[in-house]
């Protein structure tokens, strides 16, 4: 079982950018989708970026496509979420997720193993 624990959330201004990382131990992350979701208090998880296992595959929600940028560097056993332009609705706890299944999984169900999250918090 592959553990996760995410960094680089933090408090910045509108129009600003940060760069999260997800750190993996256990297991490679080599096989694995990779992915990142976020969740707002009273709101569902939502899916927000996949990575491929070799990263020729990246897919985004419509809300921060052209924004944000997936990577991973499995060398390092990592994946990153580079956020541009950011927007006070990107406020939320950002989870890293990893799942054995498709590049194509989108849902919270379909990703195996979870970090503990890290905030964003985007002022206006």
């Known amino acids: 079982q592959v553990q996760l624990v995410e960094s680089g959330g933090g408090l910045v201004q509108a129009g600003g950018s940060l760069r999260l990382s997800c750190a993996a131990s256990?297991?490679?992350?080599?096989?694995?989708?990779m992915g990142w979701f976020r969740q707002v208090p009273g709101k569902e998880r939502e899916f927000v970026a996949a990575?491929?296992?070799?990263?020729?595959?990246?897919y985004y929600a419509d809300s921060v496509k052209g924004r944000f940028t997936i990577s991973r560097d499995n060398a390092k056993n990592a994946v990153y979420l580079q956020m541009i332009s950011l927007k006070p609705e990107d406020t939320a706890v950002y989870y890293c997720?990893?799942?054995?299944?498709?590049?194509?999984?989108?849902?919270?169900?379909?990703?195996?193993?979870w970090g503990q999250g890290t905030q964003v918090t985007v002022s206006s």
């Open positions: 997720a990893a799942t054995r299944g498709s590049i194509y999984a989108r849902r919270v169900g379909e990703y195996d193993t």
């Open positions: 256990g297991r490679t992350v080599s096989n694995y989708v």
């Open positions: 990575i491929g296992r070799s990263a020729s595959n990246t």
